[in-house]
C-alpha cells in the first residue's frame, strides 16, 4: 500500500455538518476499496485566489490515508462526480504521520 494525502475544497454554501457528512462518504469510499484513512483535518473556511465556480470561499479539508495504487483514479472520479466537492487533489505523501486512530472528520 502506498501513502496518500487528499486534498478537498467544498463550495462556501455549505454548513459544517454538510462538509462533515461528505468527508464522511469520503472516509467510507476509501475503507471501500481496502484503504486505511489515518487521519483527517478541516482547515477551515478560506478565500480563493481566483474564483472557482463563481465561489470567492470554500471549505478546505486534508485527508491521509493508505491504499493500493490502482485505487487512486477511481477515488479521483468519484470525488469529481460529487456536486458537493469543488476540487479534490490527491498526492503521494512521503510518510503517514503518528497517530493512534483516525479522527472522525
Same mark, same amino acid.
Given at each position: *500500500?502506498?501513502? @496518500?494525502?487528499? *486534498? @478537498? &475544497?467544498?463550495?462556501?454554501?455549505?454548513?459544517?455538518?454538510?462538509?462533515? +457528512?461528505? /468527508?464522511?462518504?469520503?472516509? $467510507?469510499?476509501?475503507?471501500? =476499496? +481496502? $484503504?486505511? !484513512?489515518?487521519?483527517?483535518?478541516?482547515? $477551515?473556511?478560506?478565500?480563493?485566489?481566483?474564483?472557482?465556480?463563481?465561489?470567492? @470561499? $470554500?471549505? @478546505?479539508?486534508?485527508? *491521509?490515508?493508505? &491504499?493500493?495504487?490502482?485505487?487512486?483514479?477511481? /477515488? %479521483?472520479?468519484?470525488?469529481? =462526480?460529487?456536486?458537493?466537492? /469543488?476540487? !479534490? %487533489?490527491? !498526492?503521494?505523501? %512521503?510518510?503517514?504521520? !503518528?497517530?493512534?486512530?483516525?479522527?472522525?472528520?
Amino acid at each position: *500500500m502506498e501513502t @496518500y494525502e487528499a *486534498m @478537498y &475544497i467544498f463550495p462556501d454554501r455549505l454548513k459544517d455538518d454538510e462538509v462533515d +457528512g461528505v /468527508l464522511k462518504n469520503a472516509r $467510507g469510499e476509501i475503507e471501500r =476499496l +481496502g $484503504g486505511r !484513512v489515518v487521519s483527517g483535518t478541516r482547515l $477551515g473556511r478560506r478565500p480563493f485566489a481566483r474564483p472557482i465556480k463563481k465561489t470567492h @470561499y $470554500g471549505h @478546505y479539508a486534508v485527508v *491521509m490515508f493508505s &491504499i493500493d495504487k490502482e485505487h487512486i483514479p477511481t /477515488l %479521483q472520479a468519484r470525488a469529481r =462526480l460529487n456536486e458537493e466537492v /469543488l476540487r !479534490v %487533489q490527491i !498526492v503521494r505523501a %512521503q510518510s503517514l504521520p !503518528v497517530t493512534a486512530a483516525a479522527p472522525e472528520a
